[in-house]
C-alpha cells in the first residue's frame, strides 16, 4: 500500500481554513510530508471548482519535482478533454524527466460541468468523454 497527500491545489468551501493559496506553505507541506515517509504526492486537475483561486495542476507539479527528491508525483487525474493527448504526453514526460522518473498520470474522462462551460469546453455526453479517455490513455501509452 502507498501512502500520498493530497495536496490542496484550489480554494474551496469543503476545505475548513483554507482561504487562501499559499505556495511557501504547501511547499514546506510537501517537504514535511516527504520527511513523515509520504511515498507520493498528488494535485487535482481542476480548472476551477467552487468560487476559489486554483493552481494549475501540472505548473505544481513541476514545482515540486524541483522542491522534493523521492515522492512519486501525480494528477488526481487529469482531465482528457481539457488537454491534447499528445501535449500530455509530452508534459508528462518532461516532469518524468524533471523528477528522475516520480511522475505518475492519471487519466479522467471530466464531470464537473461548470468548469468545462466557464473555460470554453464543450461539455460532452458520458459516453463521448469516456470514449475520448479511452482513445487518449492509448495515444498517450504509444507515444
Known amino acids: 500500500m502507498e501512502v500520498g497527500w ?10 475548513p481554513d483554507l482561504n487562501e493559496l499559499d505556495w ?7 517537504l514535511f510530508c516527504e520527511e513523515a515517509g509520504f511515498e507520493g504526492i498528488y494535485v487535482p486537475d481542476h480548472l476551477m471548482l467552487g468560487a476559489g483561486v486554483s493552481y ?3 505548473s505544481v507539479l513541476v514545482a515540486l519535482a524541483e522542491a ?6 501525480g494528477c488526481l487525474v ?12 509530452k508534459i508528462g514526460g518532461t516532469i518524468d524527466r524533471i523528477s528522475g ?3 505518475r498520470l492519471g487519466l479522467g474522462a471530466g464531470w464537473h ?5 466557464s473555460y470554453g469546453y464543450e461539455f460532452e455526453d458520458s459516453r463521448k468523454r469516456v470514449g475520448r479517455l479511452e482513445e487518449a490513455a492509448d495515444l498517450i501509452g504509444r507515444l
Open 24 to 30: 511557501e506553505r504547501e511547499k514546506d507541506t510537501a
Open 113 to 117: 460541468k461548470q468548469e468545462f462551460r
Open 78 to 89: 487529469s482531465c482528457v478533454p481539457f488537454r491534447n493527448p499528445a501535449l500530455v504526453a
Open 56 to 58: 494549475e495542476s501540472f
Open 6 to 15: 493530497f495536496f490542496p491545489a484550489q480554494v474551496e468551501d469543503s476545505v
Open 101 to 103: 522518473g516520480r511522475f
Open 68 to 73: 522534493t527528491s523521492s515522492m512519486k508525483l
